[in-house]
């Protein structure tokens, strides 16, 4: 490793842990903003989940309402429809092509926060679970907005051209060593096979 690093000095080219270091060091600030947006919108999601689930058993077992009980099931599972859609999953994706947009990714939020919000009158009674609806619908229905907004403003789409950038980025990167330091890689892999037979 050493003779390989004065080597990169003698001929002035960049080591494969300089390269890589350039690369990490390189993060897109905006792709760092959208996923910190994106795991803040993920915990909110699972909140409104949490809510709805406490809400759900409340109607079954105290059967005040079997319908709102079906009702926060939906909601549940479209919840954490939403929260897989901020995994950005490839299958979610393709399977619903909508949420690969802003704007459709955010009227669900809006849709599940509204949902979310809706209760009986007798959930008046429980005034913790009461705040813990209001707290998660209106962060769901702020989120939902933020998106939908940015969607109409093609931010989305700026998204993935960035982050096609930044997998293009990383393939030339690894291209370049790959090209750069064959020899490299098929002395340490005698070294190891040598070593294996010896050993």
């Known amino acids: ?48 989940v949490v809510v709805n689930v406490l809400a759900a058993i409340r109607s079954f077992r105290d059967s005040h309402d079997i319908f709102d009980g079906i009702f926060r099931c939906y909601a549940v599972l479209i919840a954490c429809f939403v929260v897989l859609a901020e995994t950005e999953w490839g299958f979610i994706l393709k399977f619903s092509k909508v949420l690969e947009y802003w704007a459709g990714r955010g009227m669900l939020q809006i849709f599940v926060a509204v949902m979310t919000r809706a209760f009986p009158d007798y959930m008046t009674q429980r ?34 051209a ?33 070593k294996k037979a010896s050993g």
């Open 1 to 48: 490793m050493e003779r390989r690093a004065e080597d990169n000095e003698e001929t002035g080219e960049p080591s494969g842990e300089a390269i890589r270091s350039r690369l990490s060091n390189r993060a897109d600030p905006f792709l760092v903003v959208c996923r910190c947006f994106s795991f803040v919108t993920s915990l909110v999601a699972i909140l409104c």
């Open 127 to 160: 005034k913790d679970l009461l705040l813990l609806q209001n707290i998660a619908s209106y962060m769901l229905l702020a989120c939902g907005l933020i998106y939908f907004i940015s969607g109409i403003l093609c931010i989305g789409f700026l998204k993935r």
């Open 162 to 194: 960035r982050q096609q950038k930044e997998i293009s980025k990383e393939q030339a990167v690894k291209d370049l060593e790959h090209h750069r330091f064959p020899h490299h890689q098929t002395t340490l892999e005698e070294c190891y096979h040598s």
